[in-house]
């Protein structure tokens, strides 16, 4: 019941975040085209906002820019022919999904390569643990643990002694 | 070795932190940083016709810009910093520097813009009219003011985003001008 209702609960708040901003005024009578232009918005950056799409938008901006796409789709241009028109003129920026190339390589490898090095890296301080492990028959708790010599352990004793007298 | 291994986050951390103190260090000197290169740099003007504000005779097109080195500014009577920038565009005009073209952005009311330009001044040789961002999206245009430098042929040479300060003028714009000129 509680998860049940922790879910209604999240859904009721997290659920408007994903609203589109398209006016009712703005929607194509095509759906067709309407779909398209979705499709085509959703990838366009609004270029106030800084990590929102036209779509998700409501900046006047962005608002204006969804009706060019879709005056440009009725007009006849394939989705990838508006996306060029906007890069034309905002750059790749306009792109929330930048395109692979030489300048934008770092930013698509980069994290990868990052996980790779660090599972990398876990998976050598596994493999070094294992083989020490191995080694020390005497270990207890850890691979670093040595036995008390007879000396610390007198020592030892007496503390405890002292502490309980 | 290893102990060189615990150095790494260190030295990534010096850094991260290297270009942050950079950047913040071209805030603190004034310089914009969050500006966007313009990709219409050393390409022709895109084409547009707008229609005059109200009140006006002719509107603005891209084919008015040919034969002379232009300033074409953005600018909405909404924008505050299009108010800054304003008294030194009208020195500009007064003096005869350059001509300057205006695009009135995005005005709610039509007769905004007029009455903005009555009540401040009119440094443009044409303005149009543009309440749906059809010539700011050619332009590339992310908030107003901008301005660009177009030369004769109709190429444009500079986008200077937000105001046209004294300064600006003096270290960027007035030599560009100059040098375009002598094309």
């Known amino acids: 019941m509680i998860r049940i209702l922790t879910v209604a609960l999240m859904l009721a708040v997290f659920a408007p975040l994903s609203v589109e901003a398209v006016e009712p005024n703005e929607i194509l009578r095509d759906p067709a085209l309407e779909a398209r232009a979705r499709v085509v918005g959703k990838e366009l950056r609004c270029v106030v906002c800084q990590n929102q799409s036209i779509d998700d938008s409501n900046a006047e901006l962005a608002g204006d820019m969804r009706v060019l796409v879709r005056e440009r789709i009725t007009a006849g241009d394939s989705n990838k022919e508006v996306l060029d028109y906007m890069v034309d003129r905002y750059g790749d920026y306009v792109l929330l999904n930048p395109p692979f190339k030489a300048a934008t390589l770092v930013l698509w490898i980069g994290p990868a390569a990052i996980a790779v090095l660090g599972l990398f890296w876990v998976a050598m301080m596994f493999r070094r643990r294992k083989s020490t492990d191995g080694k020390s028959e005497i270990s207890t708790s850890g691979p670093q643990s040595t036995p008390l010599s007879d000396d610390e352990r007198r020592r030892l004793d007496e503390l405890l002694k002292e502490d309980s007298a | ?183």
């Open chain 2, 1 to 183: 070795m290893k102990r060189f291994l615990y150095v790494i986050p260190l030295m990534v951390l010096l850094v991260v932190g290297g270009f942050a103190i950079l950047q913040l260090k071209q805030v603190s000197d004034g310089k914009s940083v969050n500006i966007l290169p313009s990709v219409l740099i050393n390409r022709e003007v895109p084409p547009f016709d707008l229609a005059p504000i109200q009140g006006y005779e002719k509107g603005f097109g891209s084919k008015d810009l040919l034969g002379q080195v232009t300033i074409v500014n953005l600018f909405g009577s909404w924008c505050v910093a299009c108010q800054v920038e304003h008294p030194f565009l009208m020195k500009i005009k007064e003096q005869g520097l350059v001509p300057i073209y205006g695009i009135d952005w995005r005005e709610k009311n039509p007769d905004a813009g007029p009455k903005w330009l009555a009540k401040y001044g009119d440094p443009y040789t044409l303005i149009g009219d543009d309440p749906n961002s059809k010539a700011a999206i050619a332009f590339g245009v992310t908030g107003a003011p901008e301005s660009f430098i177009v030369d004769q042929k109709g190429v444009i040479r500079y986008k200077q985003i937000g105001p046209i300060t004294p300064d600006v003028w003096e270290s960027t714009l007035w030599p560009l001008i100059q040098e375009l000129r002598k094309i």
